[in-house]
């Protein structure tokens, strides 16, 4: 056990091991005060909602009281931290944990976990490997030889400790798999990465997750199995995502290419290799072909009725019934492998067979859900199509996840800590809203600001005399493109201009290239290169201007003089256009609530702070933040905007 002096105060006050290996660290009342009640939440089991803003350290500040709970309560499961990202996850991995290894006085573990399919299973890899001609062509076939000599010196055996991106459906052929596991009746038991992983996991003190894979985790433990290992501590880092993620993770999404997925991993044409071909009897390959067949033309009926409703953001199913004859004859599948499964005595054979009937009897059972209403179920589904650039996706969403929250997460009997640098949506130190979406009743609250004096770092600019982006939209379009011009060639460039639509940032990209290029002033636009590629190049060319919507607004970091110039064109409203919006906000009225003031202006103030926040990313940053909406003057929501920022009480915004 660990010895009573080992505190956070301890651990982060001036004399303490963070100090003594940091030489410019520096105590911030506002990291201990967050660690001390992330340590207390923990000690007294109590649900905390936590924000923390930008520069109070708040990775180190959970992560010490995580570890120190941990190390204190072995033995009764890990204290799980889930991150938004992959890449967060990334983060904490390689830099912030071994740096606490490092310096804390005591023992523990962390182990960072991904989901199975990462893991390359041996009995599946060997098998693919007998297959002669598994993969007809040659470059698969390679990839295929170059797994299998890769394999006996992996350490981890992850597909990202590969030195090739394999094409999916190489790495499809020898992943681990969900019901497609010997176990310990496997001869590759004990070599197994997946099985070593999940030991690793089942004894982590400190397990790392990233919320798609915990929130897919909740989806199984609802459904009566799991993945992680029980715990009793989650510590959720950017928490304004919860409920997005939940709402993803227990929703359902079905593409033509969904379907296509599932039957080309069972047969080919003209191929006399696949599963079907070698063990299934011929009207398992008539039964192929219809499916196939009614696949194609399902989705183009759905591609149909979707264009006859105006794409848009997607066309609500509301209480219709989808037809679909799909179904019937997937099961028809499913049954014709799992009796070949029977009837085949090679193990491996079948494995692969009923694990693909499962696969199959899964998506017969989404596919029901998402064309047969059940107004009965204990969360209803809101069901929409959508438009791809491949077609119409069939989707469905519960209308509400704090019901499932409420029961499967918060009084599931885990102590959750929430945090993140947003997560209040104005001077609310209760976080009604978040509370409210999430189903979370009872917890402790607290806000600490950030330490940056954001008075003295930040001009914040209101362009005032412009027209009204929703009653005049071309001319505000074209104000927009000259003042943003003015604004960043009087920067010298180091400029992020956040728009709220893909339409906008083309127009803006487009008027501006010529002007600033003239100037010697790059314009880096998202979606012309990956984000990351783009991020770099923006830190590398300090004087250049990036553009972007939606995932710029946060999560980006670009300090020092490459980002002294921040322009928001628009208050980030989102489109009340899509299905799942509407069927929320209607559910609203009809409860008698106002969807704007309890949905939309909340959602849109958060997104708007963090929008704000990429500015000043590091103590010594400054620079100038130009608000091109005059809604924030004219409409009476719109002080609401300006009072979430973090200036001091009074402050007051120049205006031009
Ligand atoms: S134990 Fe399971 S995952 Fe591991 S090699 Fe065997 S079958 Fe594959």
Request: charged share 25%; proline share 5%; glycine share 8%.
């Amino acid at each position: 056990m660990t010895d009573e002096a080992f505190d956070v105060r301890t651990l982060l006050g001036p004399d303490g091991p963070i100090a003594r290996r940091l030489p410019d660290f520096e105590v911030r009342p506002q990291q201990l005060a967050f660690s001390e009640a992330v340590a207390d939440s923990l000690q007294h089991g109590r649900h905390l909602i936590a924000e923390a803003g930008t520069g109070t350290g708040k990775s180190f500040a959970y992560l010490l009281p995580a570890a120190l709970h941990a190390e204190q309560h072995q033995g009764q499961g890990p204290v799980v931290i889930s991150t938004r990202t992959i890449a967060l996850q990334e983060q904490l991995e390689h830099k912030d944990l071994p740096f606490l290894h490092a310096v804390l006085p005591f023992e523990w573990s962390s182990v960072t976990a991904i989901g199975r399919n990462n893991y390359l299973c041996l009995r599946r890899m060997h098998q693919a490997e007998r297959e002669q001609n598994l993969f007809e062509d040659p470059e698969r076939h390679s990839q295929l030889r170059r797994i299998v000599e890769w394999s006996l010196s992996t350490n981890d055996g992850t597909r990202q400790d590969l030195e090739f991106p394999p094409r999916p459906e190489v790495w499809e052929a020898v992943q681990a798999e969900h019901g497609n596991c010997l176990n310990r009746a496997c001869k590759h038991f004990n070599q197994c990465h997946w099985q070593r992983a999940r030991r690793r996991m089942q004894t982590a003190q400190v397990l790392v997750v990233n919320h798609a894979l915990y929130f897919a985790d909740l989806a199984l433990r609802i459904a009566g199995a799991s993945y992680l290992p029980a715990h009793r501590v989650v510590i959720f880092d950017e928490a304004h995502h919860l409920a997005r993620t939940a709402t993803e993770s227990l929703g359902l999404r079905i593409a033509r290419s969904s379907v296509g997925w599932h039957l080309s991993r069972i047969h080919k044409r003209r191929s006399e290799k696949s599963l079907l071909a070698k063990y299934a009897s011929p009207a398992g390959l008539l039964l192929w072909e219809e499916a196939h067949l009614l696949n194609e033309a399902f989705f183009d009926t759905l591609h149909e009725r979707l264009r006859a409703g105006g794409t848009g953001e997607g066309v609500a199913l509301h209480d219709q019934d989808v037809d679909e004859g799909l179904s019937p004859v997937l099961r028809a599948l499913s049954n014709e492998l799992a009796t070949a499964a029977m009837r085949t005595e090679q193990v491996d054979a079948q494995m692969e067979l009923q694990a693909r009937a499962n696969g199959l009897d899964s998506l017969c059972a989404m596919l029901r859900a998402l064309c047969i209403p059940n107004p009965a179920a204990e969360t209803p589904l809101v069901r929409w199509l959508e438009p791809s650039r491949k077609g119409a996706i069939l989707c469905g969403a519960p209308l509400d996840v704090s019901a499932t929250l409420r029961q499967h997460l918060f009084e599931g009997g885990a102590t959750t800590v929430l945090t993140s640098a947003t997560l209040a949506t104005g001077n609310d130190d209760k976080f009604s809203w978040l509370r409210g979406q999430l189903g979370l009743d009872n917890a402790s609250t607290l806000r600490v600001g950030s330490p940056f004096d954001y008075d003295r770092a930040v001009e914040f600019v209101i362009e005032e005399a412009m027209p009204d982006p929703a009653r005049e939209a071309p001319s505000y379009r074209r104000e927009v493109a000259e003042r943003t011009e003015r604004h960043v060639l009087d920067n010298g460039g180091r400029a992020l201009i956040l728009c709220t639509s893909w339409d906008f940032v083309r127009y803006l990209a487009q008027q501006l290239r010529a002007p600033l290029n003239a100037a010697g002033i790059e314009v880096l636009v998202q979606g012309e290169a990956p984000l990351s590629r783009l991020l770099e190049q923006k830190r590398e060319l300090e004087t250049s201007v990036l553009i972007g919507t939606d995932s710029l607004w946060e999560g980006i970091d670009v300090r020092g003089e490459a980002l002294t110039l921040l322009v928001v064109t628009k208050l980030p409203f989102a489109s009340p256009g899509h299905p799942l919006t509407q069927a929320r906000m209607k559910a609203m009225k009809e409860r008698g609530e106002d969807p704007f003031a309890g949905h939309s202006l909340p959602e849109a103030i958060l997104k708007f702070r963090q929008g704000f926040g990429r500015l000043i990313r590091g103590g010594a940053d400054q620079g100038k933040v130009v608000l091109m909406d005059p809604r924030v003057r004219t409409k009476g929501y719109g002080r609401k905007f300006v009072a979430a920022l973090p200036f001091s009480d009074g402050y007051q915004p120049e205006s031009c």
